[in-house]
């Protein structure tokens, strides 16, 4: 007697369906959605969702959105590169951005940030930014002339408000109060709290860096540096100090290493090197520790590999590569052999490190 064949819904329990489906890719994961009603049902859930996010977060390295000469814009898949068995080239990705490409593009196209797989984007048109998922290609068209007398900002970013379950943007223009947009209700508000550091110096790392419920970025005031600190759920800015035994003449990026926030310290003096900190314990400056240090500089720190090599960026060297703690270096990938040119690199204005995501827009 022959047997009816089971589905691998009847074969697998839901419990270990989601198990299994929570580490695909997202990217691979869109597209499974069509398997079946349940699949559909399942993926789009936006239990499953936000499970999917913290999960990817937690173990999957960021890709990294660019421009290039030859095309658009793209993303590297720095997993599929280092882990994966991938080449540079086979890691790269097109993608489609949600509006008209022309060759004046590339030149206006500036990153503003990222958030659980949303890219913050500026696009040439005036008074606009743009918040898009490039893996579900979702977006929003958003206005802020209203909310500035010029269109020339200091600081921007982009944060995701788990309270209230909404995406917060903020602006900053110099001799302008902050402002703060709300997808949730589609609307700007002014931030009564004025920051500690004044926001009146030009002398500020535009981008933002997203990190535990709050929007980072690096300002340089004549004594010193901080790090400036925006709370998207309290709506107030504050700041952490730098770790004191830097030299105050090299220059810094923020990055989030193993779960900590991070910064990339670069000498481009006589005495070449990258020192690479972690802030141990959040919002503590007495925690800064000194974890590595590179013999030479323009090394990016993009992620902690199993939480013990690092994957750089080796601007002076053209190149990804991986080192572990001792300075060995594990692999290497020339990124100019595929016509990748500087607006790749990470902390330009043209690129942005995301984590792909499912993550919706609020209704």
């Not at 398997?35 to 399942?42: D, E, F, I, N, R």
């Not at 802020?144 to 602006?171: L, P």
């Amino acid at each position: 007697m022959d047997r009816k064949q089971k589905s691998i819904n009847e074969l697998l329990s839901l419990e270990l369906l989601q198990a299994i489906l929570v580490r695909v890719p997202a990217k691979h994961l869109l597209p499974l959605r069509f398997v079946s009603k349940l699949w559909l049902s399942l993926i789009s859930d936006p239990t499953f969702v936000e499970f999917h996010i913290h999960h990817t977060s937690a173990f999957t390295a960021p890709s990294y959105f660019f421009t290039r000469n030859d095309q658009p814009v793209g993303s590297i898949d720095l997993h599929a590169l280092f882990h994966g068995g991938a080449t540079l080239g086979t890691s790269i990705e097109k993608l489609s951005l949600p509006f008209p490409w022309k060759k004046s593009t590339r030149a206006n196209l500036l990153v503003l940030g990222s958030c659980r797989g949303f890219v913050l984007l500026h696009h040439c048109e005036p008074y606009y930014i743009i918040l898009w998922n490039p893996v579900t290609q979702s977006h929003k068209k958003i206005s802020y002339y209203n909310a500035v007398e010029k269109k020339k900002y200091i600081i921007q970013g982009v944060g995701y408000d788990a309270s209230n379950d909404d995406y917060v943007i903020v602006i900053a223009f110099k001799k302008n109060q902050p402002h703060c947009f709300s997808l949730r209700t589609n609307s700007w508000t002014k931030i009564d709290v004025a920051p500690r550091t004044p926001l009146i110096t030009q002398e500020f790392k535009h981008e933002g860096l997203f990190f535990n419920g709050a929007i980072h970025w690096l300002s340089y005031r004549r004594n010193n540096q901080d790090i400036l600190i925006f709370d998207v759920t309290k709506r107030r800015f504050s700041k952490i100090p730098l770790p004191e035994q830097r030299l105050r003449w090299w220059s810094s990026e923020l990055v989030i290493l193993g779960g900590f926030l991070a910064l990339n310290v670069f000498n481009y003096g006589d005495d070449k090197r990258t020192q690479i900190w972690v802030l141990k314990e959040y919002k503590v400056p007495s925690s800064w520790t000194l974890l590595y240090e590179i013999p030479h500089h323009c090394v990016y720190s993009l992620f902690l590999s199993n939480y013990s090599d690092f994957i750089v960026l080796d601007r002076a060297n053209n190149n990804f590569a991986k080192y572990n703690l001792e300075g060995e270096r594990l692999q290497c990938f020339k990124y100019l052999d595929y016509g990748l040119d500087y607006g790749f690199l990470p902390f330009e204005y043209t690129s942005t490190v995301y984590t792909p995501s499912l993550a919706t827009l609020p209704s």
